[in-house]
Structures are given as C-alpha cells and as structure tokens.
C-alpha cells in the first residue's frame, strides 16, 4: 500500500493467554488431545445461572422493546436503578446520565483508553489484566506504565511507587485499580484507596476502578464501591453483569461516571466518549433491561452470597493444596476467580 496502514499502537495489543487458543487449535487439528480450560467463564466451567434468572431472561424476549434501540447511553429505567443503587451507598451521588452502557467492559475499557489524548497515560497495576494493559499501550503507542502489587504485603497496591510515579511523570493523567483484583484475587482495604485517592486529588489525575468482581467478595473482604472512597476526585467505575449474574456472553457493562463537574477537561473527555456512542446508535438492549428485574428481585442477595461462597471455598481447597510448598508465595484471595501463585527469589 501506498500508506502506512497500521496503528502506531498495533504492536502492543497483545493478550497471551487468547493468543495460546489459536496454537491450541493448530495442535488439535495435528492429532493431539487437550484439555481445555478457559478464561474467566464460569459458564463454560459448568456454573449455569439460575433458573428464576434464565427465566426472567426469557420472559424478556417476548416483550417488543427489547428487540430495539434503545437510548444512545442505555435503557432509561435500568440506569435509573443504578443510579439509585450508587445513591444508596455513602459516598459520591449520581443521576442515571452518567451511567453509559457499552457491550461489555471490553467494549468500554477500548473506549476509555482509545479516546484518551494519546500523551495522557493511565498507571495501571503490575501483575496487570491484559485487556487494560494492552489497550493503554496501544493507544500510546508505548508499553504500558504500571506501579508494583507487592506479592509479600497481599499483592497490595505499593502506595509510594504509586505516588513517586505520578509525581515525576507528568504524562500519567489517570490511576487504575482493579479491586477485587485480576489475576491476583486481592482485594484493597479503605485505608489503601483512599491513599490513593489522595495522590489523585494532590496531583489532579483522575481514577479509573474495574469494579466488574465487586460483588464476589469473601475470606473476610468486604464490597466497597468507589463511590464510597473516591471524595472529590474525577473518576470512572466499570461495572458489569458478566460475573455476576453470570451472563459473559451477554456482553453488558457500563461505566458510572463520578465528579464529572469537578474538572472541565474531564468532562470533555467523558462527553466525547458519548459522542463516540451515538456513533453506535446504542448497545445490546435485551441484557440491559435484565437488570432491574434481577438485580432488584429479593432472591438476588442470597444468588450472590452462594457463588461467593461458592469460590471461597476454591480458594481455600487451593491454599490447603499448597500449604506445604516453603519455596511459594501464597496469598488469599479475597475476591474474583483467581489466586495467583509466585514462586521466592533463588
């Protein structure tokens, strides 16, 4: 071609563990068996939702507007009810126009990065979930600015690399965190958010919280939301019903917007994300209009309390399993799908 056809960032959208699929696949049509595992999907591990969830599900096919458009930012009422939900809590407030479906947290994690100025950069954590990793990258075009989870305080965030890093580069415009966190299962206390809300608010950079675990929390964790931790700090929650419900294939998560007048700039940034929606028209409608109806139904609490239960007691048959491993590092996990192990230095 007579143009460069290639994004400046294409060499960094990289996502290993996807990536062994295709050669799986090439070794399986060589003749070799394989077991094969997955990727954060507990439908294809066997754990089917719910029948009163799969029937409410299907009720909704029969109604019209759910083989619709909807809204250019989501169904009215169910961002209405998540608004609400936000608003129950102590913390910022919301009203349902900063709440923005997309399809799937993936969906919206290109969007946030993709539409970033791309000299603005987001700090993201080291181990990191490749989804966030490599689109910050690509969207730069340079490998990805991460900070330490310390494998031997819990994989807790390290607060001073954190601060030291925001400091003196002056490129980084937003935090991540992703609590409960993917791939190490940690899940950060008030008094470590909070630290890092400030740093955020001293240095004017806004947070970014993957919140899609924040319900499958155990092992003593609590859910604690970013509206209750972030003060007057811009920021944006991902939320999603994937894990949750579980509905991966749905591909339904959105982003509630906090602060969004605290800071002009912000406001520009989350308002051309908007614009880049209407391009769209709208997301999927049908998984949308599933929320209310399933988040608020009374069975929800306890359907919620028994897969956490469910994947504490994984984590702890996977703890007794390694227990007697000195040359290991084993840490808890206090949410999500995943334990991450470590092998000591020497």
Known sequence: MRRN?????????????????????????????????????????????????RDT??????????????????????????????????????SPDEIMFFNGLGDAVAKVYGFLNREARILGPSPAYSTHSSAEAAHSGYE?????LDPYNGWMPDVDDIRRKVQYNDS?????????????????????????????????????????YA??????????????????VPGIAMRG???????????????????????????????SLLAAKR??????????????RIMGDARYPDHLRGRADKFSQRANEMSDAFAGCEHIILNKPGGAFYYTVMFKDG
């Open 5 to 53: 056809l290639l994004h400046v960032g294409a060499a960094n959208l990289k996502y290993e563990i996807r990536e062994i699929v295709v050669a799986a696949h090439e070794l399986e049509r060589l003749g070799l068996e394989l077991t094969w595992e997955n990727i954060g999907d507990p439908v294809q591990k066997g754990e089917v939702p719910p029948r009163w969830i």
């Open 57 to 94: 599900i299907s009720d909704l096919v029969h109604e019209a507007p759910s083989w619709a458009y909807c809204d250019t930012q989501g169904v009215a009422e169910t961002r209405e009810f998540l608004a609400d939900e936000v608003n129950q809590r102590d913390g910022v407030r919301v």
């Open 144 to 148: 990805h600015v991460t900070y330490d």
């Open 172 to 212: 980084i415009a937003g935090i991540l965190l992703l609590t409960p966190d993917n791939p190490t299962g940690a899940v950060y206390p008030r008094e470590i958010v909070e630290e890092i809300a400030a740093i955020a608010h001293e240095n004017d950079v806004f947070l970014i919280a993957d919140e899609i």
């Open 215 to 232: 319900n499958i929390v155990f092992n003593g964790a609590g859910r604690l939301h970013m509206s209750e931790w972030i003060g007057d």
């Open 241 to 271: 019903i994937s894990k949750e419900f579980p509905w991966p294939g749905g591909r339904c998560g959105w982003l509630e917007i906090l602060n969004k007048g605290n800071d002009k700039n912000f406001a520009r940034y989350v308002d």
């Open 279 to 292: 391009l769209e028209v709208s997301s999927t409608t049908l998984p949308q209009m599933s929320i209310p």
